[in-house]
């Protein structure tokens, strides 16, 4: 399990300024989405674009839902831990409390696909969501909006008691 207070330890390294373009860190080491040491999770790179966030990201065949077909949970798994990356940007904590994705064509696996998110509104807790997700070519293929609410530093210790 990751230790929590080397989580922690980073997470003012994590919420300094971050210059356009430049890699962020991931939320840690064993994060299903973006952690580099999680060898069932998706290794998701994440760049700041503006007041947003982009990457480009390929599914492979762990993956899967229909043959040569991304399974949409972890199209869904993706999309929320991208979302994840804009709390660096908004500078506080927050999870997910609603997360909609509308599939608007299948994500194929070994196809890359260029994602983008940004924060739409904030209303007090509330982080109101939004984020695409296009192949090469520009096409559309899925949307997603979502609900964030910030959280105290406490909220993450749960699951290490
Ligand atoms: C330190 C270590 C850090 C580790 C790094 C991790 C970084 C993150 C990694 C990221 C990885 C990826 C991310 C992940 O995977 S995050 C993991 C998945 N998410 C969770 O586990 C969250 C589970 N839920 C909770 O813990 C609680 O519900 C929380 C704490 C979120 C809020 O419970 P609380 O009891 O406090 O509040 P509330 O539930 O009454 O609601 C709060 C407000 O929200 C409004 N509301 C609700 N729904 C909607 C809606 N659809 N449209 C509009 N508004 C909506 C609602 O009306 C209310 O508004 P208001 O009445 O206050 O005005």
Known sequence: MTDLKS???TWAEKFRPHAEGVDLPPHHEQCL????DNP???????????????????????????PGIA???AVATVIDDLY???????????VTRQLTVDYRAPVMIGTPYRMEAGVTNQEGRKLFLAASLTDRDGFLVATSTAVFVTVGVDHFTRGTQ
């Open 7 to 9: 989580m922690l330890a």
């Open 33 to 36: 989405g973006c952690g580099p």
């Open 40 to 66: 069932h999770g998706h290794h998701l790179q994440v760049r700041r674009y503006g007041d947003g966030v982009v990457a480009e990201h390929t599914f492979d065949n762990r993956h899967v839902g229909a």
């Open 71 to 73: 399974h949409g949970g």
């Open 84 to 94: 994840g990356f804009l709390l660096y940007l908004v500078g506080a904590p927050a």
